[in-house]
Every structure is written in structure tokens, then in C-alpha cells.
């Protein structure tokens, strides 16, 4: 990536430093409505109402966000008396994220545009297991290989398997691949791709992109159910991802259903993961995946449910027939609307989600 960039590095760096002097509460505040508004723009006096800011306020935010090509004037507004209103859009190529999806047998990467929409994609085999420099070269040259040239990134967010610590974006011991505890991801691949680098464990990142991203069903408060390798959930509650104090919240699947159930990666017995993965077919793995999902919604009051994960998405219906038996009334159970690429949109949605003021 550096050598494809020879040429543009330093218009890359300019046009980064005038993005970091845009990092400030008010204008991601405006850029995070125009996001909201998508196609149909908002006029600067509908900005100055939603904010509180004075016209005077949004007229200059939003002249250093046009400089800055993230924001454009683009038609009129029909306005009640008076003559219509301009309307600013977000220039949804006006910035660039990358999103990388550390799986246990796979990784995957993903550029998408400043409105989150895929714009790129690649997917290799790759084992977990093959040691951090295995995983960050293959990481590198995937990354590399995305059309980044001309496009300004402002970083790669990376999801994970858990458990980490997404603060210092340290992983820890992940079930069966004890190599990785306590490796810098953050740093190592930082340094490696002279961009800014998030991480978090994959079924976080999924949630946020649930709540932030392309196919955001504005709902406050749901949780992720992502079965795929393992089982493990994304929560959030009023808007806000839920990590818990450790970044250990969501580690669903290892609920001890059965005291004298299998063993699990994790070394206790009876885990809901373990139990899933060994049930004879997907109608078995439904059901224990409903007994999970009721005790997790009985426990939170959770409002909604959102399934994910290969397993699920190869065969959806007997998840979602025994989920929804299980949980029953009034909480919708729905598959995800992002597909396969749940995971790898909400690693993009951790760069792109603060750019935004929405963290
Ligand atoms: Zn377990």
C-alpha cells in the first residue's frame, strides 16, 4: 500500500490533517445529520434548528466541510414562504474506510465510502492459527490490494475474535488460538499500514454496524446473535454498544446449559457454544440457540433480536422458527440485513461511526 502511494502520499497526509482539524463535537454533529438525511440533503437552516447552532455557526462548519469534500451543495429545498433553500448532501466519496474481519478460518476486507456502502471486497482462507505474522502479512497485502490509490482512508477498523481489550486494541486468550493473548493487533498492524487501526471483538463491531451503518434499522436496543465458528452476541442498549467493563460482555455462547455436556474450547463443559456446534443438524442447533436467545432476552428485556453468522445464514429458517418460538411476543426475531458482511461492515463502522460523533 505504501508503494502503490509513492506519488500521493503527502496529498494523502494533507488531506488527512485537514480531516483531523474537522474532528471537533459540532461538525460531526452536522456531518452525522447530512449522513441521516442520505439523498435528500437538509437545508443549513434545518441544520441550525436540530443543532441549536446559530446560522452564522453551521454556514462556517459546513463552508470548511465542502473545502474539505465531504459535504456539497447539490439542489434545492422546497422552504415554507420565502424562496427555497439550498441543500447540502454528504459526498459519500469524499472519504474512504476500510474494514477487516478477522475470522478463525478466514479474513475478509472491505472499503466502503463515507456513507458506509461497500465499494470494494476481498475474502481469502486464513487460518487464526497461523501466527501473527503470518495474519499480518496476508492482512497487508489484502488491505494493499483494495482500490485505496486516489481515495482518502481514514483508517481500518478490524474485528476480532474475543476475548480483547478494544481501549488498548490488545487481543486475549481466544478460545483454541492461545498464541495471540496479549498481542498488540492494534500497534502491530498501525505500524504496518501507516493507518489509523480500531479494534474490537467481531460480534461488538457488528452490533455497532446494526446501529450505525448502511442497513441501520434505527432501533435503541437490540442484540446480535452471530453463530458461525463460535456463538457469541453483540448487545446494545439506548443507542450504545455494550462492551462491559473488560470488553467481555456478549460471551453468550459460553452459558453453561448442561453441567455434563461437552466440552467447550473454552475448558468448562456444557457451554451453549459447545452444545450448538455438536447438535446433530440445524433444527437441533435451532432449538438450543432459542433456549439461549429467551434466557438472554429474559434476562435484559431486550427489545429485538438480529441473527447472524454462517451457520444461520446457510439455513435461516429453522433459526428463526425456534428463536422466535422460544423468545415468543412481543420481540421480533429478524435476520440480519447486512448478510454475510455483518461483521466486516461493523469493523468499517468503528472508523467511520466517530467521524460521525457516534462512537
Ligand atoms: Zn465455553
Known amino acids: 500500500m505504501k508503494r502503490n502511494r509513492a506519488g500521493g502520499d503527502e496529498g494523502h497526509e494533507r488531506h488527512g490533517a485537514n480531516l483531523a482539524a474537522l ?4 461538525s460531526e454533529v452536522l456531518l452525522g445529520l447530512l449522513r441521516d438525511a442520505a439523498g435528500n440533503g437538509a437545508s443549513r437552516a434545518e441544520l441550525a434548528r436540530r443543532t441549536g447552532l446559530t446560522p452564522q455557526a453551521v454556514s462556517k462548519i459546513t463552508a470548511r466541510l465542502r473545502e474539505a ?7 434545492r429545498r422546497a422552504s415554507t414562504g420565502g424562496k427555497p433553500a439550498t441543500a447540502l448532501r454528504l459526498v459519500p466519496e469524499g472519504a474512504h474506510a476500510v474494514g477487516v474481519r478477522l475470522d478463525r478460518a478466514a479474513l475478509t476486507v472491505i472499503l466502503v465510502d463515507l456513507a458506509g456502502t461497500v465499494v470494494a471486497e476481498r475474502s481469502v482462507p486464513l487460518s487464526f492459527g497461523a501466527g501473527a505474522g503470518t495474519v499480518l502479512d496476508v492482512v497487508a497485502a489484502e488491505v494493499a490490494a483494495l482500490p485505496v490509490t486516489g481515495r482518502t482512508v481514514l483508517g481500518v477498523g478490524v474485528a476480532a475474535p474475543g476475548p480483547l481489550d478494544h481501549r488498548a486494541g490488545v487481543l486475549g486468550q481466544v478460545t483454541g488460538f492461545p498464541q495471540w493473548d496479549g498481542f498488540p493487533l492494534r500497534e502491530a498492524l498501525a505500524e504496518r499500514l501507516s493507518l489509523p487501526v480500531v479494534v474490537d471483538k467481531d460480534t461488538n463491531a457488528a452490533a455497532l454496524g446494526l446501529l450505525r451503518g448502511p442497513h441501520a434499522h434505527r432501533a435503541d436496543s437490540f442484540a446480535y446473535l452471530h453463530l458461525g465458528s463460535g456463538l457469541g452476541a453483540g448487545l446494545v442498549f439506548d443507542g450504545a454498544v455494550h462492551r462491559g467493563a473488560r470488553t467481555g460482555a456478549g460471551e453468550f455462547g459460553h452459558q453453561v446449559l448442561s453441567l455434563d455436556g461437552p466440552e467447550c474450547g473454552c475448558g468448562r463443559r456444557g457451554c451453549l457454544e459447545a452444545l450448538c456446534l455438536a447438535a446433530p443438524g440445524p433444527a437441533e442447533a435451532a ?21 447472524g453468522g454462517e451457520r444461520v445464514l446457510a439455513d435461516p429458517r429453522p433459526y428463526l422458527a425456534e428463536v422466535r418460538a422460544a423468545v415468543g411476543e412481543p420481540v421480533p426475531v429478524e435476520l440480519t440485513p447486512s448478510g454475510p458482511r455483518t461483521v466486516a461492515e461493523g ?7 466517530p467521524v460521525f460523533g457516534r462512537g
Request: glycine share 10%; hydrophobic share 55%.
Open 23 to 26: 474532528r471537533d463535537h459540532n
Open 69 to 75: 469534500g465531504l459535504v456539497t451543495e447539490a439542489g
Open 287 to 307: 432449538r438450543l440457540l432459542g433456549v439461549g436467545a429467551a434466557n438472554l432476552v429474559r434476562l435484559l428485556d431486550i427489545d429485538r433480536v438480529v441473527l
Open 347 to 353: 469493523a468499517a463502522e468503528l472508523v467511520l461511526a
